[in-house]
């Protein structure tokens, strides 16, 4: 599987039209004014990120097919639509389990955690449309098939998401090294959303105050924090022990 490159103008605007998942477009300001009034428009409408770059790099991506300025990198994967997940969790007996990464970048992080979603059952992960990785085929090498199995949907306003996901009886628990809480002392075993940061950065100020509860890792050595797809990745198991020990 890989990120599908679509060259030039008509393919880019027919894509867009057809509602392909797309991750980005790329455009260089070169020609007519107005020349991609049309693709910016579409990729406004859905809120795909569009970046200026230098022609060369559209040559190097494009294999000598004639771009024409332009080129949409499509998912290496389609994305779910949160209704649709939502409604399907509705039929499960055991509690709902999510993951919204908050403007995860780096793509090796992305399919570890997806790798680890997958072990441990969890029911789909969500991620920003802007300022954040997505599915592409760094992601879907590393996840090592994950990627076939776990849901992702990418949504607008996380802050929205996450008032919408706690009206419906979830409880939203933060990883964040400032957390009251040891991540193993907490109670996970209800229906949960856990939200993970950016590398470097970790939960925004604004994500971590719409968090039930924020929980850490406890940290003994020199270092004061972990990868973010390590310390998911005790995190979800931590969920899992509770869940396997608590019966639905």
Known sequence: ???????????????????????????????????????????????????????????????????????????????VELDVLLQELTKKEAPPL???????EDPHNFGAILRTCEAVGVDGVLIPKRRSVSLTATVARISAGAIEYVPVVRVGNIAQIIEKLKKLGYW???????????????????????????????????????????????????????????AGSLLLYEILRQREQTPP
């Not at 260089?28 to 809120?47: C, D, N, W």
Request: proline content about 5%; glycine content about 8%.
């Open 1 to 79: 599987m890989s990120e599908e490159v679509i060259a030039g103008r008509n393919p880019v605007v027919e894509a867009l039209k057809a509602g392909r998942p797309i991750n980005k477009i790329l455009l260089t300001r070169m020609g007519r004014p107005g020349a991609f009034s049309e693709i910016t428009r579409l990729a406004k409408e859905q809120a795909i990120v569009v970046q200026e770059v230098e022609p060369a790099k559209l040559d190097a991506l494009s294999s000598g097919v004639k771009h024409q300025g332009v080129i949409a990198l499509a998912a290496a994967k389609e994305y």
């Open 172 to 230: 939203v628990v933060g990883a964040d090294m400032a957390g009251t809480q040891v991540y193993y002392q907490s109670n996970l075993t209800g229906p949960l959303l856990v939200v993970m940061g950016s590398e470097g950065k970790g939960l925004r100020p604004l994500v971590k105050d719409q968090c039930d509860f924020l929980v850490r890792i406890p940290m003994k050595g020199k270092v004061n924090s972990l990868n973010v797809s390590v």
């Open 98 to 104: 999510l993951v919204l990464l908050d403007e995860l």
